[in-house]
C-alpha cells in the first residue's frame, strides 16, 4: 500500500487537490458562460453542462499561467509536493521567454485539469465507497436515499458483497490519484525545468562570477606580490650592508615603509571590490592609473629609464588602471629574476587606437630569494590585455627579456 498511501502519495495528493481549488474561479467563470447560453437551467444538476463549463476553464487557466511569475510558484510548489529526483532540477526565476512561458501555462493547466478530476472524486467517491462498505452493518445507511441499494443485489451476498466494493473503490481511487501524482511529477522537469536559455543564462552568469573572482585573484597578486617581494629584497640588501652603510639602510627602510602603506591602500580597495562583488552591488572598485605611475618606478628599486611617447591626452580609467598593473608585474618580474640595481627601460605610447607597452629587463637566471619559485604573473598579464581586447606576450628579445602587451583605448567593458 506505500504507493498509493505513502507519504510521497500523500504528498502528491495535497497537490492535486491544491490544483483542484485553483482551478474553482476558472471553473464558476465557465458555469457562469455555460449558464448564459442555457436560461433558467441549473447548470450543476448537468454532467454535460459541467463538462462545458470545465473545458471552457482550461483555457482561461492557460492564458493566466503566461504571466512570468507563474513558473517560479508552480515550481517551488512541485519541489515540495511532488517527490521530484534530486538529479532533474527545476528552472528557478521568472519566465522570461516564450519557450518558457508557454511550457509553464502547460503545467498549469495539466495541474489544474487533474487536481479538478481528482478533487471531484474525492469529494464525491470517498462518502459514497464508505457508505457502501457500511451497508451491511447499519440500517439507516441501506434506508438512505443517496445509496440507492438495487432490490437484486439486496439478498445474503451483501454483508460479503457490499465491503469489498466499498474497499475495491477507494483503492481504485487511491491507485487514480497515485498515477496522476506520477504524471505531474514526470512531467515537471520538462515543462518546469530550465529551458536552453536558462541555462544559457545560468552559464552567463557562472563566466561573470568567475571572471570577478579571477580578477580579485589578479589584483591581490599584483598589489601584494609586488610589494613583498620589493620589500623582500631592499630588506635583504639592508641586512648586508648593516654595519657598514647606515644612510643606505635608512632609505631602504623608508621605502619598506611607503611600499607597505601604499600596498594597505590598494588592499583596502580590492578588498572593497570583493565586497561589492559579495553583495551584488557590481561596480569595479577604484584603483591606480598611469598617474601613479612615477611613483610607482620611484620605490619600485630598480633603476628605470622610462620614456613616454604618442599623445598623452586622457586614456580611459580601466586602460590606465590595466597598463598599471601590467608595469606593476614587469617591475616584480626584473626584481624577482634581476635583483637591485638590474637596469630596466620602460615605454608607454599611446596610439590614436591603443596603448602599448614596451619593457626591457635583463633576462632571467638564477631566481631571486623575493621568489624561489615561478609565479602567475605572466598569466595575469595576458589575461588582463584579453579583458581589454587586447593582447600581450614575454620571452628573451636581443639578449634581454621583453614583456609587451597592447591595450585598446576603446576597451570592452570589465565584467
Partial sequence: MRPLLGRRARLRW??????????????????????????GANVFSSPVDQLTAFAFALPMAALTALFPLARPLSASAARALCGLPSDRPLADGPARTQQARVRAALWYT????????????????????????????????????????PEALDGPWLPVLAPLAGIAMLVAMAGCVAAAGALL???????????????????ERRAAALAVRNRLARELHDCVG?????????????????DSDPEFVREALTAIEETTRRTVDELDSVLGLLRQAADGTGGPADGPGLDALDGLLARC????????????GPVPEAVAHEAYRIVQEGLSNALRHGGRGAPVRLRITVGAEELEIVMDSPLPGRPSPARPRGGRGLRGVHERAVLLGGRAGAGPHEGRWRLTACLPLRARERP
Fill in 226 to 242: 609586488h610589494a613583498l617581494s620589493a620589500v623582500t629584497l631592499q630588506a635583504g640588501a639592508a641586512r648586508r650592508v648593516l
Fill in 14 to 39: 495535497l497537490h492535486l487537490i491544491i490544483g483542484g481549488a485553483l482551478l474553482m474561479p476558472y471553473f464558476l467563470v465557465g458555469t457562469v458562460i455555460v449558464g448564459s447560453f442555457r436560461a
Fill in 110 to 149: 495539466l495541474h489544474v485539469a487533474l487536481g479538478g478530476i481528482v478533487s471531484g472524486m474525492t469529494l464525491a467517491l470517498t462518502p459514497f465507497a464508505v457508505g457502501v462498505t457500511l451497508l451491511p452493518f447499519f440500517a439507516a445507511v441501506r434506508d438512505s436515499p443517496v445509496i440507492d441499494v
Fill in 301 to 312: 628599486g630598480v633603476p628605470v629609464a622610462y620614456t613616454a611617447e604618442g599623445d598623452r
Fill in 185 to 203: 511529477a514526470n512531467r515537471a522537469p520538462v515543462l518546469l525545468g530550465p529551458t536552453p536559455d536558462d541555462r544559457l543564462a545560468a552559464a
